[in-house]
C-alpha cells in the first residue's frame, strides 16, 4: 500500500488523559468514561471500531462506546477502568489499521473505476473518428 493513497488521512488517536465525567445511570456500580480524540472519526472508521478483530468481552466493548464528534464515552466499573482505558487505546489502533486498509481499497477501486472510464473513452472516440469518416 502507497503512501499516496492515504494522503490525508490522520490516524485517530486519543489526546490528553482520560476522565471520569459521573456514574452511569442505567448500570449502577459503572462510571461513564470519556476519551478526547483527535479528530472526528467519519463512520467508516467508526465501522471499524464498532467491530474490533481481538477484544475483551466486559462492558467497554466498542459497540457499547458513544463516539460524538472527537469524544468517545464508554462504562466502566472503577475496578477494570485502566484495564479498559488500555483496550479502548487497542480498539482505537485495530480501528486505525483497519480504517487504512479500507481507504486503500476504496482508492483502488476508484483508481480502477477511473481506468475504464478513460478506456470506454478512447473506445468511443476511435469509434466515432470511423464514423466521422463514413
Partial sequence: MGDE??????????????KAVGRDKEHTGLFQVLLILNVSPDSDWRECFQNPREFQPNEAHPRLAAIMGDKLMFRSSEEHIERN????????????ECY????AEKEEE??????????EKAELERINKMLARL
Fill in 85 to 96: 482505558i488500555e483496550w479502548m487505546d487497542k480498539y482505537i489502533n485495530q480501528a486505525n
Fill in 110 to 119: 476508484i483508481k480502477k473505476q477511473e481506468a475504464r472510464s478513460q478506456a
Fill in 5 to 18: 493513497m492515504l494522503i490525508g488521512h490522520v490516524d485517530v488517536m486519543r489526546q490528553g488523559s482520560p
Fill in 100 to 103: 487504512r486498509k479500507k481507504m
